[in-house]
């Protein structure tokens, strides 16, 4: 067993995998020679020399991520630039953590996404993968990139999820990162992925359909509403006044058994268009993206691409517009919706009309902010316990608190779309 040993055999390389950090430091420059080789970006002349740093990197919601720095007995000449030093490692496994061990099956489809780009034709930056593998029995496995420079050089600081008002130029930031998904959404309707792509990364309707479902009934729901109405009663300066706002809170008591009722409905519509099916980033917020300048403006490239395959559209784009501020999304959403079509048709995708896009979005919006965030209220105050009627959410307890801060940031954004785009009247038109 991994727990055990500490090591597994990868199913698609059959080179013997660490499990965890201590193994791979056990394994040393030789697993890592090895892993290269067997990945085709190491010559066969050529070594891992030594291990600079190895140490565990906080965060992330699975698995153990490390820090590694390695040199080369050569200077690695097989891609441009050579093989980077600074690497990323990521493991499925958190032995220590049953929570984030849970999701250690999130990794496979990375460790598969990594081989895919590097494809000649590949549309976007990603970080250069080096070696993934996995095991599927036990759910091990690793994955081994270069590490992005944030806020070294031309690279911009990480941006954390939610924050975005402190950015001068949120607006830039996710005409990027939704240019960069449609690229490649629209490459892989065109083909230009390969045949195989797929075969890789087949679309599963069925469990589509069955995911991230509401699990309350008619009475639960209700509750929760109240409960929302309590919160921002409670805190008046957390919630925008619109939503607070007694009629809109009714009109959600009337709306949301609607929703219930007819979720399965709902699921099926989302997935019954092939043209707003695609390969995706489940969540590419700015937060799983680095950018940088350059005289031709900014531009980004794409992290953390677990959960990665194909999808709705309309739940990629929610992953990626979810954190961003309510300002931007009431002035500019259906810009940005526009440049994402027009993008994913240049690139080889169909061409898709905004209002059809509008319907699949919005229903999408309103099911999965039903099933993942009307508990938000409770969780923010078992978070922060202090809050206080005159705390907004700018307040330090916010910025310090990812978990708060961001339930709170997501529902807002839910509930103020469900007031301006009228997501009761989409549903009973559908």
Partial sequence: MAEEGGWVEGDATHLPIPAHMRALREGGTGFLTAAFHVGGVLAADNEVASITRLEECPGGSTGTKVFLSVT??????????????????????????????????????????????????????????LFGDYHRASGTGLLITERIAFGSGAIERHHEKCLDYELTDALAHYRCVLTANACLAGAHKSGRLGRGIDT???????????????????????????????????????????????????????????????????KHFLVSDPDLIALCHWNANIDNAWFWRDAGGLHCGLLDWGRVGQMS?????????????????????????????????????????????????????????????????PIIRAQIPDLTPAHDRFDIRFKANEAARTQLHMLTNVLALWDTRHFGERLRRL
């Fill in 72 to 129: 080369y007995a050569k200077p690695p000449g097989l891609r441009q630039g050579g093989l980077p030093e600074d690497l990323f490692v990521k493991f499925s496994r958190d032995f220590d953590n049953p929570i984030r061990d849970r999701g250690r099956d999130q990794l496979e489809a990375e460790v598969r996404f990594a081989g895919i780009s590097r494809h000649p034709t590949f549309p976007i930056r990603v970080p250069q993968s």
């Fill in 200 to 266: 890789v990364f087949p679309f599963d309707k069925a469990s589509a359909i069955a995911s991230d479902p509401i699990r309350y009934d008619a009475r639960q729901l209700r509750n929760r509403i109240a409960r929302i109405a309590s919160f921002s009663s409670d805190f008046p300066r957390l919630l925008p006044a619109s939503i607070a706002a007694p009629d809109f809170l009714a009109r959600l008591a009337e709306e949301m058994p609607l929703f219930l009722e007819r979720q399965r409905d709902i």
């Fill in 313 to 377: 559209l309309a739940l990629a784009l929610w992953g990626t517009l979810s954190a961003a501020e309510p300002e931007m999304l009431d002035a500019h959403l259906d810009t940005l919706l526009t440049l994402f079509l027009r993008t994913y048709a240049a690139r080889g995708g169909p061409e898709i009309r905004l209002a059809r896009l509008h319907d699949h979005l919005f229903l999408t919006i309103a099911t999965m902010g039903m099933a993942w965030l009307l508990d938000a209220p």
